[in-house]
């Protein structure tokens, strides 16, 4: 019997879900938790799952953070991501942070059965849209001969969610010269925002 949790901050959610997997003979919901933080508090003192259908968007604490707290500290639960977001920051970050699977929740219930399954078999299932972002983002040309060290630098700290007053506070430089540096990485990585920016420089090991 192969053991699921599900974490998504939506009730009505969780409860179809676990009406759908109780029609399956070796699936069992085990849990069920409307946010990160109480399903990690829960997989401290209780048997772990076999694997984890998890949403990405929730209070308190994201999909994103949940997958990369539970594939650093318990790497055999696997985990498949449930979600509406099909966009560059959700898909990569998640499959960045080791998600098993990748799924849409309009999918059909015969489908998220049979994903399941060859997850908790080992294989690594993406939706189509998620697979066409992560083709279009890894298709894009690699520019990191043209950044200087300066650039790659600030980029490095844009990476950690650093806003430019604080970049340029750990870097002794001034706030405007930061902004000028943002607008040259912004340029050569040909993205429009910081979160892109964050996005590809992980997606190419820019830093």
């Given at each position: 019997?192969?053991?699921?949790?599900?974490?998504?901050?939506?009730?009505?959610?969780?409860?179809?879900?676990?009406?759908?997997?109780?029609?399956v003979?070796?699936?069992?919901?085990?849990?069920?938790?409307?946010?990160?933080?109480?399903?990690?508090?829960?997989?401290?003192?209780?048997?772990?799952?076999?694997?984890?259908?998890?949403?990405?968007?929730?209070?308190?604490?994201?999909?994103?953070?949940?997958?990369?707290?539970?594939?650093?500290?318990?790497?055999?639960?696997?985990?498949?991501?449930?979600?509406?977001?099909?966009?560059?920051?959700?898909?990569?970050?998640?499959?960045?942070?080791?998600?098993?699977?990748?799924?849409?929740?309009?999918?059909?219930?015969?489908?998220?059965?049979?994903?399941i399954?060859?997850?908790?078999?080992?294989?690594?299932?993406?939706?189509?849209?998620?697979?066409?972002?992560?083709?279009?983002?890894?298709?894009?040309?690699?520019?990191?001969?043209?950044?200087?060290?300066?650039e790659?630098?600030?980029?490095?700290?844009?990476?950690?969610?650093?806003?430019?007053?604080?970049?340029?506070?750990?870097?002794?430089?001034?706030?405007?010269?930061?902004?000028?540096?943002?607008?040259?990485?912004?340029?050569?990585?040909?993205?429009?925002?910081?979160?892109?920016?964050?996005?590809?420089?992980?997606?190419?090991?820019?830093?």
């Amino acid at each position: 019997m192969n053991r699921i949790v599900l974490v998504d901050d939506h009730h009505i959610v969780r409860q179809g879900l676990e009406f759908l997997l109780s029609t399956v003979d070796d699936l069992e919901v085990i849990g069920g938790f409307s946010d990160g933080k109480s399903f990690l508090t829960y997989l401290s003192s209780n048997d772990l799952p076999d694997i984890v259908l998890l949403d990405l968007v929730m209070p308190e604490m994201n999909g994103i953070e949940i997958t990369k707290i539970i594939k650093n500290n318990y790497p055999e639960i696997k985990i498949l991501v449930l979600t509406s977001y099909v966009d560059d920051e959700h898909v990569i970050s998640a499959i960045d942070q080791g998600a098993d699977g990748y799924e849409m929740k309009d999918v059909e219930p015969e489908q998220l059965i049979k994903t399941i399954k060859k997850v908790l078999d080992g294989e690594k299932i993406i939706h189509p849209q998620a697979q066409n972002v992560i083709e279009a983002v890894s298709k894009k040309p690699h520019f990191t001969n043209k950044l200087s060290k300066r650039e790659a630098e600030v980029l490095a700290e844009m990476v950690k969610g650093k806003t430019n007053k604080e970049i340029a506070e750990t870097l002794f430089v001034s706030e405007k010269t930061i902004k000028t540096h943002v607008s040259h990485i912004f340029n050569k990585l040909q993205v429009t925002d910081r979160t892109q920016a964050a996005i590809y420089a992980m997606q190419n090991n820019l830093i």
